[in-house]
């Protein structure tokens, strides 16, 4: 029977690859998906909780995270398209116009 | 104001050419010449004959009723004043005028004279422009010596003088465009400045002492202030009158503007600097002859100054070549003899002798005027001769004048002349002397002008020979009348010695005070064979000057030149006027000149200098101080402020590395920190 530490240890994984990817990597794309890992890894807790609680609203609140990833990925898609267009790149540490 | 019309109306006198020189003024420029004529002649005639009528009705009184006085309109009300006696007085000038033997004389001379010297110049200058302000400056003058000669008191009499100074200085720089004109003007102007100044204090001090500058009241004012002949006071007024009459007069030391105003046309040489103002000075000295009868000292300054002129002024007479300079030094001479004549109490021989003198010099100016006329200009009498066969009525009438003025009987300035050297004699032999030898060297030099001028050889150039033509009659009448009064002029003062009455010096009897027995003035017993000596004399000497100015000047004209040859020195001397003018300028006119420049350089140093430009470096100074803490202390504490947050921003921006994933780092870093530091406190109450 799977525990709370299963689910919890598997998003402490996801999370700490989502992090490290955030941090480590250059192409902004990336960073998003690592974002996004991040993101379920605190789906994977918000969900476990709620099952080892009998309450829905960790379940409202995934949902919620859902709905955020999905409008974070349209505007950064977005963003990195328009950003792409005027400097022919998606590395992040090319993105340097307002450093002094 | 029962006088009879003329005596009634001898205000109108002055007013006719002042209204003349008005529409001048007004409208000449619109005016043909005719019409100047017929105002400017016009109007002085009109004053000729009513000063005639005034003059005629005057002599029908009584003797000792000859004396009218009209008051005008109040002038200087003043108010109440102290004399330096202390006695109180109401001071009040009016314009008033007045007529007595004295100024009858005058006001005759002065409208004749005028009336025909107007004449003359409608002919003289009737191609020179600028006519009708000649004729307006004319009538101008004539009528500022009109009201200086009937002016009732002292300070009516300064406005006439001031006014004919005016005309003066008008005239002389007629030809405004010549320079040495217009210099010769100002150099009128600026000399009669220095003798006004001293007749305007003698001015106030007569007012001082005697508490009227009124004519008529002089004479009792000094018998009532009980002055006693010699009195300091006294002294001092004659003095300082004496002085503006050096001026206006051209005696020593103030001469020195009249040669230069021959810059002037002739006919204003003739009216203003011969016949009429200069004698200005005679006349304010004879009318008020009553302070100068109390001051013997004063009396002897004036004798010995005339006298001085008179054969001063007539040495450098001796060797000018221009026409009108040896007047011009004739006059001054002869003016030296009226004062000499004055200075030894003779005051009627004085204004006799100016009478004589206006008559003769205005006509020997009027003459020269018509020779310089027919010579197309030319004045220098080396390039003149022989034109007594081309211009006959000029030579005559010269001739005749020449004849007047050296004394010849019975012309007129035989008796002036003679008069003068007669009461010269009784005051002291020295200045008889001096008196006599002037007459000869008036004869020579007059024949000198004569000689050179009419007689000799012709030294004319060829241009200007055939232009040599006799003057229009407008010239040559008043050439004729005046003669016709330099040979009779002098006849109404016919000497008791000769079978005459003297008639003039009885005229002007009531008008000369006798507050002092002039020595000799009241004689008759001591003979008439000194007269008859002095005369013969005077007749002598003149005699001799004609000699020798017809051996040198026709004759033997290698003469002149020898001489000038043997003494170099003396004939320059004589040539450059004793250097007098240089004299001047170096005492007075460049030291005046240094004075004005010294002023500038303290305006320069001091007031430019240490006030208005040390002002300006104290506010540049001031404003360079404030700039400073401006700069210093406003900014510095803006500047400051703003180096801090750049120092603070440039510490912090270490960490604005712009590294992405450092920020994560970071905001990784710091979520670990955070979670390890709440969980452990969460921890704690467990363990």
Redesign the interface.
Known sequence: MLSISHYLVLSLALFTIG?IG?????NVII?LMSIELILNAVNINLVAFSRLMGSVNGQVFAIFVITDAAAEAAVGLGIIIAFFRNRETVL??E??L??? | MNNGFFLDHIWLIPLFPAAGALLMFLFGKRLANAAVNVICVGSVMTSFVFAGGAVLQLIARPAEDRFVQMILFDWVPAGWMHTAAGHLFYFDVSWGLMLDPLNAVMVMVVTGVGMLIHIYSTGYMAHESGYYRFFGYLNLFMFSMLTLILANNMLLLFVGWEGVGLCSYLLIGFYFLRKSASDAGKKAFIVNRVGDAGFILGLFLTLATLGTINFHQIRPAIAAGHFHVGAPVMTAIALLLFIGATGKSAQIPLYIWLPDAMEGPTPVSALIHAATMVTAGVYMVTRLNAIFQLAPHAMDVIAFVGAGTAIFAASMGLVQNDIKRVLAYSTISQLGYMFLALGVGAFSAGIFHLMTHAFFKALLFLGSGSVIHAMSGEQDMRKMGALFKKIPITAWTFLIATLAISGLPPLAGFFSKDAILGATFKRGLALWIVGWITAGMTAFYMFRLVNMTFFGKSRVSHDVEHHIHESPKSMTIPLMILAFFSIAGGWIGWPPGLGGSDRFTAFLDPVIAHAVEVPGAGEGAEGHSIEYLLMAASVLVALIGIFLARQWYIKRPEVPERIAARSPRAYRLLYRKYYVDEIYDALFVNRTKDLGTALWAFDRTIIDGAGVNGVGWLTRLISRISALWDAWIVDGIVNLSARIVWFAGSLM?FI?T????GY??FI?VGVIALLSYYLHLIHMPVH
């Not at chain 1, 955030?22 to 250059?26: A, D, E, G, L």
Request: a positive charge.
């Open positions: 992090v955030v941090v480590t990597r250059r960073i992040e540490d993105m340097d307002l450093k002094w | 921006r604005q712009g590294v992405f994933s994560a780092l990784v």
